[in-house]
């Protein structure tokens, strides 16, 4: 979830690069009680009687408390450090559970679906645990748990947190109460940063290029961690502002969880290439006298991503296919659709192959299952959660029914046996939207409804239907009486047609916040609450983009990249408009990549950009020769192209008009641009 902002060439290279104490007497039972909330800071308001209805209707409904998982959260707690907080070296907070006190309260405010504050509550238990003699996790000190496994003689780490200084504490905390023996083995579970970013916090680089140290990753972990989110990046990191509540207060009326983690961390991104990509479907390795079998499941949680099995820990690790709450199938900040039904069958695969053998179950984040036969209904439950929400969806697909149709059908259907589960509950992703992935896997955007093939845009249906309704007085009164009718989805789809139609018409803002506002204060997924109160607190200060932390230069993900992402984004930056009928042929020489060099031609033509590795045109209108640190400097910023040009570092051999005319239509991607109201960027 960081960006990169790069003075010529590339703007923003990636998303994801971004994407409280331990409680030692256990988690209180919820108990809700119907009492509204005083109007919070920053606008926020009460909830109102529907919603007060309709979370008292959730908490009747909620799953009992299970003691059981309560134990399972609890056991094992060595030591945490202060509000789990970890400061970077110039002192500000990389990460802290200070502001969510307020979640101490067994009482489940108004202002919370009872459900989504149980949760909120289980994951502020944070520090080292004792998995089992020689098996220890990390868990709560950042978005993401680090497993640690003794060895004959060192350790071996699944997964290294988001940032460094957090993963050196993590490990720091562990070596308080154990022995310090060195890591020899990394494993990163799979392609998403909050998974690897922290390596360099706990090993030296020199140890891995010497072999001291091995970094073990799936099949397609380099291509996938690097360039996932490289052509989107922009657009990703914003939307995850709303997904993880980043720009929100910590309280009852704000930001609680993440649905089975707290917040994101705010530190130093790293990468050190892994040493070993595994490439078999079930492969065992034993390294340091340690048997760990990974079985791939590419294409689920991530496009690369493995579960690990430790036959003599009888601990068997899920990774991400199998946390405390559903998933989700597609990302609220965007990604590629996630297969319901591969997930499903690697569970499946999982279930038959390790869990015989397995007594305690852990995953990347949440809490551990313990005990064989709960181990077995945990993994089945999942299993089949993912191929009911797949199967049922396109059975309806296969009917006629359209997404919304589904997601309505399947959120009121849920199995009893899966809804009894509080796993199986939208804590995170949630079944409406997990419907709607599928239907968007199997039928793309298009519904089938040709009103639907070539609709207006939403700023001019918007303005037709505020003409519709009378002009926007009557539109507003019509949906006032809708709010206190408690017809909140209703309102805030209607506000968004009168936003997009009259931007600056405040009471339509207003209105539009207080819907998204109750929304939020009713969802049972951590991230669509997020996602409604932040857009109403944009609302709110008027379509006002409110300064996030999400995005942060990251120098050794500038490294990772290959020459050819960076080509292939620069077309992505191409402003097409501003070189129609230009034919422009760049050579590009870099010096220190490979034995010789290595050699591209960029083509300018068609408004397209295109390249060839590997090659140099015999008639180019210039040849620009770099090195490839040099080309890191400046998209790192630490450098500018012309001060590289007056370097030596960067010479331009032919015409410099050519390379600006390539280099100087770039376009330029604004990190906070609209969500929720008509986006005025330039075209």
Same mark, same amino acid.
């Not at 690369?304 to 946390?323: C, M, N, R, S, W």
């Not at 945990?378 to 149709?405: A, C, F, T």
């Given at each position: 979830?960081?960006?990169?902002?790069?003075?010529?060439?590339?703007?923003?290279?990636?998303?994801?690069?971004?994407?409280?104490?331990?409680?030692?007497?256990?988690?209180?039972?919820?108990?809700?009680?119907?009492?509204?909330?005083?109007?919070?800071?920053?606008?926020? *308001?009460?909830?109102?009687? =529907?919603?007060?209805?309709?979370?008292?209707?959730?908490?009747?409904?909620?799953?009992? @408390?299970?003691?059981?998982?309560?134990?399972?959260?609890?056991?094992?707690?060595?030591?945490?450090?202060?509000?789990?907080?970890?400061?970077?070296?110039?002192?500000?907070?990389?990460?802290?559970?200070? $502001?969510?006190?307020?979640?101490?309260?067994?009482?489940?405010?108004?202002?919370?679906?009872?459900?989504?504050?149980?949760?909120?509550?289980?994951?502020?238990?944070?520090?080292?645990?004792?998995?089992?003699?020689?098996?220890?996790?990390?868990? $709560?000190?950042?978005?993401?748990? /680090?497993?640690?496994?003794?060895?004959?003689?060192?350790?071996?780490?699944?997964?290294?947190?988001?940032?460094?200084?957090? =993963?050196?504490?993590?490990?720091?905390?562990?070596?308080?109460?154990?022995?310090?023996?060195?890591?020899? =083995?990394?494993?990163?579970?799979?392609?998403?940063?909050?998974?690897?970013?922290?390596?360099?916090?706990?090993?030296?680089?020199?140890?891995?290029?010497?072999?001291?140290?091995?970094?073990? =990753?799936?099949?397609?972990?380099?291509?996938?961690?690097?360039?996932?989110?490289?052509?989107?990046?922009?657009? /990703?990191?914003?939307?995850?502002?709303?997904?993880? $509540?980043?720009?929100?207060?910590?309280?009852?009326?704000?930001?609680?969880?993440?649905?089975?983690? *707290?917040?994101?961390?705010?530190?130093?991104?790293?990468?050190?290439?892994?040493?070993?990509?595994?490439?078999?479907? @079930?492969?065992?390795?034993?390294?340091?006298?340690?048997?760990?079998?990974?079985?791939? +499941?590419?294409?689920?949680?991530?496009?690369?991503?493995?579960?690990?099995?430790?036959?003599?820990?009888?601990?068997?690790?899920?990774?991400?296919?199998?946390?405390?709450?559903?998933?989700?199938?597609?990302?609220?900040?965007?990604?590629?659709?996630?297969?319901?039904?591969?997930?499903?069958?690697?569970?499946?695969?999982?279930?038959?192959?390790?869990?015989?053998?397995?007594?305690?179950?852990?995953?990347?984040?949440?809490?551990?299952?313990?005990?064989?036969?709960?181990?077995?209904?945990?993994?089945?439950?999942?299993?089949?959660?993912?191929?009911?929400?797949?199967?049922?969806?396109?059975?309806?697909?296969?009917?006629?029914?359209?997404?919304?149709?589904?997601?309505?059908?399947?959120?009121?259907?849920?199995?009893?046996?899966?809804?009894?589960?509080?796993?199986?509950?939208?804590?995170?992703?949630?079944?409406?939207?997990?419907?709607?992935?599928?239907?968007?896997?199997?039928?793309?955007?298009?519904?089938?409804?040709?009103?639907?093939?070539?609709?207006?845009?939403?700023?001019?249906?918007?303005?037709?239907?505020?003409?519709?309704?009378?002009?926007?007085?009557?539109?507003?009164?019509?949906?006032?009486?809708?709010?206190?009718?408690?017809?909140?989805?209703?309102?805030?789809?209607?506000?968004?047609?009168?936003?997009?139609?009259?931007?600056?018409? *405040?009471?339509?803002?207003?209105?539009?916040?207080?819907?998204?506002?109750?929304?939020?204060?009713?969802?049972?997924?951590?991230?669509?609450?997020?996602?409604?109160?932040?857009?109403? /607190?944009?609302?709110?200060?008027?379509?006002?983009?409110?300064?996030?932390?999400?995005?942060?230069?990251?120098?050794?993900?500038?490294?990772?990249?290959?020459?050819?992402?960076?080509?292939?984004?620069?077309? @992505?930056?191409?402003?097409?408009?501003?070189?129609?009928?230009?034919?422009?042929?760049?050579?590009?020489?870099?010096?220190?990549?490979?034995?010789?060099?290595?050699?591209?031609?960029?083509?300018?033509?068609?408004?397209?950009?295109?390249?060839?590795?590997?090659?140099?045109?015999?008639?180019?209108?210039?040849?620009?020769?770099?090195?490839?640190?040099?080309?890191?400097?400046?998209? +790192?910023?630490?450098?500018?192209?012309?001060?590289?040009?007056? *370097?030596?570092?960067?010479?331009?051999?032919?015409?410099?008009?050519?390379?600006?005319?390539?280099?100087?239509?770039?376009?330029?991607?604004?990190?906070?641009?609209?969500?929720?109201?008509?986006?005025?960027?330039?075209?």
């Amino acid at each position: 979830m960081k960006t990169f902002r790069v003075v010529l060439t590339v703007s923003v290279l990636a998303a994801s690069i971004a994407g409280a104490v331990h409680w030692s007497r256990g988690l209180a039972s919820v108990h809700w009680q119907p009492v509204e909330n005083s109007a919070g800071q920053g606008g926020q *308001k009460a909830a109102t009687a =529907a919603t007060i209805a309709v979370n008292a209707a959730t908490a009747h409904n909620l799953p009992p @408390v299970d003691r059981e998982v309560e134990a399972d959260i609890q056991r094992g707690f060595i030591a945490s450090i202060p509000d789990a907080e970890t400061t970077a070296a110039d002192g500000h907070v990389v990460y802290t559970l200070k $502001g969510y006190e307020f979640l101490t309260s067994p009482e489940a405010p108004a202002t919370v679906n009872p459900g989504l504050w149980q949760q909120a509550q289980k994951s502020m238990s944070n520090g080292l645990f004792k998995v089992t003699d020689g098996f220890y996790q990390v868990r $709560g000190l950042d978005l993401t748990n /680090m497993t640690i496994i003794e060895g004959n003689t060192g350790l071996i780490i699944v997964d290294c947190n988001l940032a460094t200084e957090v =993963a050196h504490a993590a490990l720091e905390l562990y070596y308080q109460y154990r022995p310090r023996k060195p890591v020899v =083995a990394v494993f990163y579970n799979h392609s998403h940063v909050d998974h690897f970013a922290g390596i360099r916090g706990i090993v030296d680089e020199a140890d891995v290029k010497s072999g001291k140290v091995q970094i073990i =990753a799936p099949a397609g972990f380099m291509a996938t961690a690097v360039a996932e989110n490289v052509m989107a990046g922009n657009a /990703m990191s914003r939307r995850a502002e709303y997904q993880f $509540g980043t720009t929100l207060p910590r309280s009852a009326q704000g930001q609680i969880d993440l649905g089975g983690a *707290k917040a994101l961390s705010n530190g130093t991104i790293t990468l050190i290439p892994p040493t070993i990509e595994l490439s078999q479907p @079930v492969q065992s390795l034993t390294i340091d006298g340690v048997e760990i079998i990974n079985m791939l +499941a590419p294409g689920t949680e991530a496009p690369a991503e493995f579960i690990h099995y430790f036959p003599q820990f009888k601990v068997l690790d899920t990774g991400e296919l199998a946390l405390p709450t559903q998933h989700q199938l597609l990302t609220l900040r965007g990604a590629t659709i996630r297969d319901g039904l591969a997930w499903s069958k690697y569970l499946n695969a999982a279930l038959h192959q390790f869990s015989s053998g397995a007594d305690i179950l852990i995953s990347q984040h949440g809490w551990p299952v313990f005990g064989h036969e709960r181990v077995v209904n945990y993994l089945s439950k999942q299993r089949d959660m993912y191929k009911w929400l797949h199967d049922q969806s396109l059975r309806l697909i296969n009917k006629g029914y359209k997404p919304v149709e589904i997601a309505e059908y399947m959120r009121d259907h849920v199995p009893a046996s899966l809804a009894s589960e509080t796993f199986t509950h939208g804590f995170y992703g949630s079944v409406q939207r997990n419907s709607k992935a599928v239907y968007q896997q199997y039928m793309g955007w298009y519904d089938s409804n040709p009103a639907n093939l070539d609709a207006l845009s939403d700023t001019d249906y918007g303005k037709k239907f505020v003409e519709y309704g009378g002009g926007a007085e009557a539109v507003l009164a019509r949906a006032r009486t809708d709010f206190a009718n408690g017809q909140y989805r209703w309102v805030a789809q209607a506000m968004s047609h009168l936003v997009y139609a009259e931007p600056e018409n *405040k009471a339509a803002r207003e209105l539009a916040a207080d819907a998204l506002e109750q929304l939020g204060y009713q969802a049972e997924s951590a991230v669509e609450r997020n996602s409604y109160l932040a857009a109403a /607190m944009e609302h709110r200060s008027g379509g006002k983009k409110i300064a996030s932390p999400l995005r942060t230069a990251s120098p050794d993900m500038l490294r990772a990249l290959t020459i050819d992402n960076i080509f292939d984004y620069l077309g @992505v930056r191409l402003k097409a408009s501003a070189v129609e009928g230009k034919h422009v042929v760049l050579n590009w020489n870099f010096t220190d990549v490979g034995p010789s060099g290595k050699r591209y031609t960029l083509n300018l033509e068609n408004s397209a950009l295109t390249y060839i590795a590997d090659y140099n045109a015999d008639k180019a209108d210039a040849t620009i020769t770099l090195t490839r640190e040099t080309l890191n400097a400046i998209l +790192a910023e630490k450098v500018s192209p012309i001060e590289a040009v007056f *370097k030596g570092d960067l010479k331009i051999d032919g015409s410099k008009l050519a390379v600006y005319d390539v280099l100087g239509s770039l376009d330029k991607f604004s990190p906070d641009f609209e969500l929720v109201g008509p986006n005025d960027a330039a075209q």
